[in-house]
Each structure stands twice: as structure tokens, then as C-alpha cells.
């Protein structure tokens, strides 16, 4: 039998936002302007880097301070680019906070929403940025929190960021909340760790080889009204 949800927390990158996209945009625009090219294997390259800094800061190992500047300096350093790390990074954050590329369907999908159902964006990301992003993509309207692990103190998946998430929207039941998100990693493991309902947007159909078994997996957002009918 479906259970009854009164709020739904998205994850922004990858669930609402197209990260890819803007990830992609962002970072050939800031090598532009310091007179570099990004062809498809810098590309590669930088998403290796900054996967991998990203899995450090969901396991407490950095801070978002750190990762943001490491990974331009990581990038900077494999390609012998003379630039500052910290002027790059800066480029790089403000081309990325005007990016408001969207996960196909998601705008629709928040549109047919039920009236009566709350719903909060949880992301890990830098507080500027999210928020530049959220504003570019016109989508502040459609949340009732937003919710960053740099405001928070923590990301997800630790127990800490879903305290401060509570907190923000009230400390309603966790069986009333369920949670949105594309990563097994923090959105539901997170979720599964801190006992609340998790749904797996999975698009692409990846196989799941984690061991991580969310509540709910969906390819498609009819599958998420199906659940919450």
C-alpha cells in the first residue's frame, strides 16, 4: 500500500537542475576568458576531478571552501594552464550561478503537483550558487525551503544535514516526508540512514550495484504521481 506524503524534498543537481549542462557551459566560458579551450577531454578530465573532490565532501573529508578552488587547481596543474586557481574559481562559480538549464519535464512535473503538498529543494552546493541557479531557472516560487549543506554545515548523506533540514521545515513525522533525489550515495542513503521514505529518480536506468535500496526507483516523473496519488 502507498503511504501518504505531506512534503516532498527534491535534490536540485541531476533530480530538478541539469547540472551536466550547466557544469559544461560554466566551465568553457571561464577557460575562455583566461584564453584557454576545453575540448571533450578536459571535460572528462575535470568531471574525474571534481566527481571525486564531491565524494570527499560527502564523507566530511572537505569543505566546500576547499573543494572549490582544489579542483581548478587539480585542473589547472594536469593541463600546465597558468592561472590562478581562486580567480578561476570565481569565474567559474559566477557563470555557473547564472546557469538555469533544467532536468527535462521537472518545471511541468512541480506545475502538477498537488496544492496541499509541500515541497523543499535539499543540495549539497554552495549557497550563492544554488541560489543563482534556482533564481536564473525562476523556480523559488515553487519551494517552500531550500535547503544547502554550506548553510547547513554538513551534506548529505550525514545525519547532521536531515537535523538541520527538519529544523527548517518544522520537524513534521518522518513517515510524512519523502525524499527525490538521483544519487544512492547522499540522497538515499541519506534518506535510508535517518529513517525517511526515499525515491530514486533514475532516468538513464542505471543498474543499481550499491546495495542501497531506496523506497521507490522511477524513471520518469508519472512514476513519482503514481506514488503519491
Known sequence: MLKPYSWLLFDADGT???YNTAETHSLKAAAASFGFDVNPEILSLYHEINSALWVDLERGNITSLELRVKRFDSLASRMDWDVSAVDFSRTYLRELGNSGFMIPGAREMLADLPGDMQRAIITN??????????KTADLMKDFSEIIISEEAGSAKPAAAFFDY???RIGFPKKKDLLIIGDSLSSDIAGGIGYGIDTCW?????RENET???PTYEISCWDGL???IK
Not at 552546493?125 to 541557479?133: A, E, H, K, L, W
Not at 529518480?201 to 536506468?205: A, H, I, L, V
Open 16 to 18: 530538478i537542475l541539469d
Open 125 to 134: 552546493g554552495i549557497r550563492d550558487t544554488q541560489y543563482g541557479r534556482l
Open 165 to 167: 533540514t527538519l529544523d
Open 201 to 205: 529518480f533514475n532516468p538513464e536506468g
Open 211 to 213: 546495495g542501497v535500496e
Open 225 to 227: 504521481f503514481e506514488i
